[in-house]
């Protein structure tokens, strides 16, 4: 039989349309499972990226507020007794956890204070260690997606491929229309890969900038009121 006539039988089994939806149905199983679980992680990406970019700014405006009052001229004991009755975070955490201690050594009566500056300082950091483990959390899948995105999508294009020279080797058909779909398929998975890590990336570098940036933020203000009740100590020792 004439070669052009076996290529020219072969076609009508491959099919013409190369679109997006088309190269997932034709792709292998395991190719297929690839392309939904990268898929999965972009919409898991982009969900933490909004969570976060709230949290962030909901954080900012917090910590504005909060140093607006502290440092309007406000007692100390009554911007206490309002934020101490209701639940807070970030830099009034900090603020009521200094709070806290310094008021409980006070009503205790103790007549050596040496070691009250220390227990201050201690319960701020512990404040300032919560409040950014509770910035960073879901930072982890960012990364992870961002750095093990593109080699899971490579481990499906691999896939796709290998399947792909099976077919081939099982048609005795090396023509571009029986060859091109196949590596069209595999491929695709390389570009969902990077589809959900790209973005990982870019969110994961700008979400730790902003945590390091407000964690900043935080120890300069434990800095600054820890110098303020450490002259109150000394004052009253």
Known sequence: MNPADVAQSALPLV?????????FWHAHWVVQAIMLGLLGCSVWVWAIAID???????????MDRFEQ????GESI????RALSAKPTQSMAACFVAAMREWKRSFESQARSFAGLQMRIEKVMNVS???EVERLERRLLVLATVGSAGP?????????GIMSSFQSIAASKNTSLAVVAPGIAEALFATAIGLIAAIPATIF???????VNRQAQRLEGFADEFSAILSRQIDERA
């Open 69 to 72: 009052a502290f440092w309007s």
């Open 204 to 210: 994961y570098n700008k979400f730790a900038s902003e």
């Open 52 to 62: 976060k970019m709230l949290l962030y700014s909901r954080t900012k405006r917090a």
């Open 151 to 159: 080699f899971v999508g490579l481990f499906g294009t691999v896939w």
């Open 77 to 80: 004991d009554e911007l206490y």
């Open 128 to 130: 300032i260690a919560r």
């Open 15 to 23: 099919s013409s349309d190369v679109s997006l939806i088309a190269l």
